[in-house]
């Protein structure tokens, strides 16, 4: 069974960074697409960042360039670098990966961006 644990968050002031990381102990992530998603109540949960088996990364508009998505395959870990933050990024960020064409997600870890 896949797991993904994320880590990393907490409370931040306006313009403050926060280095989340999602792990595995179950399947190798540098062979799969992974990505970033942020939820906040009542909202729909939002694609964040994307690291593909390439390297390649991609962003959403609204975190472009202030986040960066890398790997770091020695940690068997994908982490998301927030640099900047502002309040509207607060959330719970998840993580994400397909594994034999089913989804898995982390539990999350909470972002809170106090004004």
């Known amino acids: 069974q896949v797991r993904l644990v994320e880590s990393g968050g907490g409370l931040v002031q306006t313009g403050g960074s926060l280095e989340l990381s999602c792990a595995s102990a179950t399947i190798v992530l540098s062979t799969n697409a992974v990505t970033w998603h942020r939820q906040v109540p009542g909202k729909e949960r939002e694609w964040v960042a994307t690291?593909?088996?390439?390297?390649?990364?991609n962003y959403a508009d609204s975190v472009y360039p202030r986040f960066h998505i890398s790997r770091d395959n020695a940690r068997n870990t994908v982490n998301l670098l927030m640099t900047n933050l502002q309040p509207q990024d607060s959330g719970t960020y998840y993580c994400?990966?397909?594994?034999?064409?089913?989804?898995?997600w982390g539990q999350g870890t909470q972002v809170t961006v106090s004004s």
């Open positions: 994400n990966t397909q594994w034999r064409g089913r989804p898995y």
């Open positions: 690291v593909v088996s390439g390297g390649a990364t």
